[in-house]
């Protein structure tokens, strides 16, 4: 049908055109043609633009192609050559569009794992045209909290650029600040000559932080002793070619010396994290003269935050326990939510300087650290209380991640504490290395924490957070259970941060989905590298992730929700980094939400070309690289830190190097 | 035939294949979907139906003559066969499909084997019928007529 009127179309109030739902885009993916032929049919009558498909591959091109092509997508359950909940899964993740499953299996388990997969709806087959008609509403309540998101994002981001700019500034001086503690427990078995994923390819030259990588990180800073483990010396020590300082001083600002054992309740550490960044910023900013965007929005909540939050991350990280992947975690937390709506601005950079890095500056603040240091248990570090699900972040060419972290300290005022791991870490004395155990103690091997930048571009901290699973995966409540991976990190699925108080209605919203996804299932067939699929695995259903030692559950949505709809990173790139697909999310999602919806129909010509090329097309484009295989550390990041966000995401902005979260204290 | 005739003759007959289980609502609602942007549109989807099914029903008569039988296959097919066949109101053989997916649960070769035949008994009954049904519809669309509807 014709869609050209649309010139009609007005915005109303959540940005949905007067004639919505008309114009619909649909994708219906189905194997069997006589199903299909009548869907087209009955969506047709419902007005709606329709294009079939019936092969998962064919549709997954399509939509990579055409990502802000379709508003939604019905996929049949059993499929050939892609099981429907895979489909869902990809989708999920790279796109961020809501998705029906259908089935003449009405079994509830089969519904259920529609559910647990993220799926919006469920419809039993013979479909009546009565169900078709409401789908429209999917694509509104997501749409709707995919704004929810930018809103809470926007603010932060004009003090992360500030922030970005005195990064350069604050790490020279804060690089003797910073308590690293070396951690016994992470293995510094990375060559030297650690590869990184692309990084050249990525719009902003990021590093992805393999877990080879982010090991040689830990390594050297645990060489160097917290207090000499500035970004040049570390540099030095890894001794990793194209490299270069400012990469390391960003991903530095990832672990503010919190000792992170891994922790299950990502949600938790998210908060606590996010307190913590808060008080380091209100230290920070002292201390180093920076006045923006961690504080940003004046949050009253930084100054207490910071001192105590601050050493407990610092003491944490020093201890060398909190690896990237806590960092990571943080930030992702931080990104996801905005702590506030007064937006943190804080690009990442500030949140860097926040943590790690001031243990003499928060040592002198406060006297939390004794305090922190008995009570290893108790909230000590807040780090990421409340992550917000969207970082109200601003434009921070910088990396979504401070500011993500700001905003997850800022946003939220939730006791819980982060307990990152602290065991036996005495530098902990400062900083109960709580912050990264209890709460993933269920099982999430590492969180990462994704933060979602408000802006939606989580890509602004360029470094990736490698994500090693944790072998105890079980993640209580949120926690998804991830698959250990000896090595690494565990992603902190947003489903943590979900849970969050503060994250959770931002995530949530945004995602739309359960908490169980088997993101990268079919990416571990790829993977290099045991952390490729480890990170993936957060949102891998333990059964079907081959690599899954545990099982972990992350809601694919809450990686790559966000912004997929909107963002056009997409997969073209990829042929090394998955990553970017995912997240370009970021930036646009929030925005691009916007903007698509008022372009739906204006796309419908495109939609039609495509819809016919499409159906001609095999496998229409090779972009299936996301899921078969490449995922790059970006891409997980982006997911998850699109989860978090509950906004677009960023992919490539921000990189999380995994770290285990089963310390945090839940 | 005389238009009248014709569709009253039409309606009957869709009526008596609605009491006896063949057609179900599904059909209607098929038959609902057809308007004058596509006018063949029922007519199709049957065509495709049937073209589907002898496909299906052609892949499990193998699977079950195989030394080693995949009940996941043929399960998978029956599912298939299922869906379809209630997508386009062939109650009766839905529910033989139903039947016959019990048998590949229980792994019950022998069931297998009686449930394909009556699968496929149910498919001819049902293709037959709406052959004619199709017909006598199409005769009365091209004499300007109407088709008559239930309900």
């Known amino acids: 049908m014709n869609l050209g009127g649309q010139g009609a179309k007005s915005m109303a109030g959540d940005g949905v055109s007067d004639l919505f739902p008309v114009g619909l885009r649909v994708l219906v993916v189905d194997d069997d043609p006589t199903c299909l032929m009548i869907l087209e049919k009955m969506l047709q009558n419902c007005l709606y633009e329709v294009t079939k498909c019936n092969r998962a591959e064919i549709a997954l091109s399509i939509l990579r192609e055409n990502k802000n092509g379709f508003d939604v997508v019905i996929s049949d359950v059993h499929m050939p050559d892609m099981d429907g909940f895979k489909l869902l899964e990809h989708i999920g993740l790279e796109m961020d569009l809501p998705v029906i499953m259908m089935s003449a299996d009405d079994s509830k388990d089969v519904v259920m794992k529609g559910v647990t997969h993220g799926a919006c709806d469920y419809l039993i087959k013979p479909v009546r045209i009565e169900a078709l008609r409401n789908i429209w509403q999917h694509v509104v309540r997501k749409r709707k909290n995919e704004w929810k998101d930018v809103e809470q994002s926007g603010s932060i981001e004009d003090g992360e650029r500030q922030q970005k700019q005195l990064e350069d500034a604050e790490f020279s001086s804060s690089g003797n600040e910073g308590n690293w503690r070396s951690s016994k427990r992470r293995k510094d078995e990375d060559d030297q000559g650690e590869d990184r994923d692309d990084t050249s390819s990525l719009k902003k030259p990021r590093v992805v932080w393999s877990v080879e990588l982010h090991q040689q990180f830990v390594a050297a800073v645990n060489q160097l002793g917290i207090d000499k483990a500035v970004p040049k010396k570390i540099l030095e020590l890894m001794n990793v070619p194209g490299l270069t300082r400012e990469n390391v001083a960003s991903h530095l600002q990832l672990f503010p010396n919190v000792p992170y054992r891994g922790t299950h309740n990502y949600s938790h550490f998210v908060q606590k994290y996010r307190l913590y960044l808060r008080r380091l910023s ?19 909540t930084f100054g207490s935050i910071s001192s105590l939050n601050g050493l407990d991350l610092q003491a944490l990280a020093a ?14 937390a931080s990104l996801g939510r905005s702590p506030n709506k ?6 990442f950079m500030d949140q860097r300087n926040l943590f790690s890095f001031e243990n ?31 970082m109200n972040m601003q434009p921070n060419p910088h990396g979504s991640q401070s500011s993500s972290l700001m905003n997850m300290q800022m946003s939220q005022p939730q006791s819980r504490p982060v307990i990152f791991n602290d065991t036996g870490a005495n530098q902990i004395s400062r900083l109960p290395s709580s912050i990264a155990q209890p709460n993933l103690s269920n099982g999430m091997p590492s969180g990462v924490v994704l933060a979602r930048d408000g802006s939606n571009s989580v890509s602004q901290a360029s470094t990736m957070v490698d994500f090693s699973v944790h072998p105890n995966t079980d993640f209580q409540g949120n926690s998804f259970p991830l698959p250990t991976n000896n090595s690494r990190v565990s992603i902190i699925t947003s489903k943590g941060l979900l849970q969050e108080d503060g994250i959770n209605s931002d995530m949530k919203g945004s995602r739309g989905f359960p908490p169980s996804y088997d993101i990268f299932g079919d990416l571990q067939q790829h993977k290099t590298q045991d952390w490729e699929l480890q990170n993936v695995g957060l949102t891998f259903d333990a059964s079907s992730h081959s690599k899954t030692q545990g099982s972990i559950n992350v809601p694919p949505s809450v990686l790559v929700n966000h912004g997929f709809s909107s963002s056009q990173n997409n997969v073209q790139n990829r042929s090394t980094s998955v990553g970017k697909v995912m997240f370009s999310v970021g930036e646009q999602s929030g925005h691009g939400n916007v903007q698509s919806m008022g372009q739906q129909l204006d796309s419908v010509l495109d939609c039609n070309s495509l819809r016919v090329k499409a ?13 078969h295989g490449q995922f790059s550390q970006e891409d997980l990041m982006s997911a998850l830190l699109k989860q978090q966000e509950g906004l677009g995401v960023a992919s490539n902005d921000y990189f999380f190097d995994g770290f285990p979260l089963d310390n945090l204290p839940v | ?35 004058e942007s596509n006018p063949d549109f029922v007519a199709e989807v049957v065509s495709l139906f049937f073209e589907d099914s002898e496909k299906i ?11 080693c039988i995949d009940f996941k296959k043929i399960d998978a097919n029956v599912h298939q066969l299922k869906g379809s066949s209630s997508s386009v109101g062939a109650q009766k053989v839905k529910n033989a499909c139903i039947t016959f997916r019990n048998c590949c649960e229980e792994q019950n070769i022998e069931g297998c084997f009686t449930c394909l035949q009556l699968v496929k008994q149910e498919y001819l009954l049902v293709k037959n019928k709406l052959e004619t049904l199709l017909r006598m519809e199409q005769q009365i669309l091209a004499a300007g007529g109407a088709v008559p509807m239930i309900e």
């Open chain 1, 615 to 627: 159906e001609n097309l095999p496998e229409a484009s090779g972009q299936n690289m996301l899921f």
């Open chain 2, 1 to 35: 035939m005389e238009m009248c005739q014709m569709r009253v003759q039409a309606f009957e007959y869709k009526q008596s294949l609605f009491r006896e289980g063949t057609l179900d609502a599904q059909f209607t609602q098929l038959q609902q979907l057809q308007d």
């Open chain 2, 57 to 67: 029903l052609n892949d499990l008569t193998r699977a079950l003559e195989q030394k």
């Open chain 1, 360 to 390: 003499p500056k928060l040592r002198s603040r406060e006297g939390q650290q004794p305090q922190m240091s008995n009570n290893s248990t108790s909230k000590q570090v807040n780090l990421l209380h409340g992550i917000p699900t969207n």
């Open chain 1, 342 to 347: 007064s937006g943190i601005s804080m690009p």
């Open chain 1, 282 to 300: 209100g230290v920070s900013q002292h201390q180093s003269g920076l006045n923006n965007s961690f504080m940003g929005p004046s949050d009253p």
């Open chain 1, 319 to 332: 201890t060398g326990q909190l690896p990237a992947q806590s960092l990571a975690m943080l930030q992702a």
